[in-house]
């Protein structure tokens, strides 16, 4: 079955800076690629998500990159405020529609320094 | 806007209990999930259900059991609550090729 690798589980960054958090997967058949948000006590909700046919996606801040070839894909936040304080979730899907089920990295805990 | 609901934030149970985890969508979504989270070992999928009265293992099924009975509704049971089922469970649904939309959580404590 699917393996998702997430690095680093814990992430301190000045404001302002920005943050990379990245992820590798195993099966490459693997072709739907989603990133969740999860604050202290809520749910997880998506933030960007990215499909095998794509290289990058970018959302204002956020962005998406992946490697299929390398078999990886990152998340980039730029310009980090406050309210980017977080656990980051990767996951990845080789399902036909791409959600049928999720395989989830561990989490990275992203600490933004005011 | 996407409701996911389940029935507890919290619940307290003792070992051996019969448990019974409910999630609720409102947005006639096909697919439906169970996820247990725990520190250090991210999301990881119990059960998954495509439709009513369909459902598939997922990573780790071992020592519970779905039900989906109606289109909306998506349970968990864990026949005989043992102590290291104590967890975080999330719910979660989605429509074909769609996004999955989360539920709130029910932390559960096994005694």
């Known amino acids: 079955g699917e393996n998702v690798e997430q690095h680093p589980s814990t992430l301190s960054v000045q404001e302002g800076d920005s943050a990379v958090i990245k992820c590798t997967y195993s099966d490459s058949a693997s072709n739907y690629f989603p990133w969740y948000k999860q604050e202290l006590g809520k749910r997880p909700q998506l933030i960007i998500d990215i499909r095998s046919n794509v290289g990058e996606k970018k959302d204002q801040r956020i962005a998406v990159t992946l490697n299929k070839t390398a078999k990886h894909f990152s998340l980039h936040i730029t310009e980090t405020q406050p309210e980017d304080s977080a656990v980051y979730f990767c996951?990845?899907?080789?399902?036909?529609?791409?959600?049928?089920?999720?395989?989830f990295g561990t989490g990275t805990r992203l600490t933004i320094i005011p | 806007d996407v409701k996911v609901t389940q029935s507890s934030r919290y619940l307290v149970k003792r070992t051996g209990e019969k448990v019974f985890l409910e999630c609720v969508q409102d947005m006639d979504h096909e697919n439906m999930f169970w996820y247990r989270q725990d520190p250090g070992l991210g999301l990881r999928l119990i059960y998954f259900?495509?439709?009513?009265?369909?459902?598939e293992k997922g990573d780790i099924p071992e020592g519970y059991s779905v039900s989906r009975e109606k289109k909306e509704r998506f349970s968990l049971i864990l026949e005989s609550a043992s102590t290291n089922q104590t967890s975080m469970y999330l719910c979660a649904s989605s429509s074909i090729g769609d996004t999955q939309y989360f539920g709130p959580g029910t932390r559960l404590t096994v005694l």
């Open positions: 996951a990845a899907s080789a399902g036909n529609f791409g959600n049928e089920k999720l395989t």
């Open positions: 259900s495509y439709d009513v009265k369909m459902k």
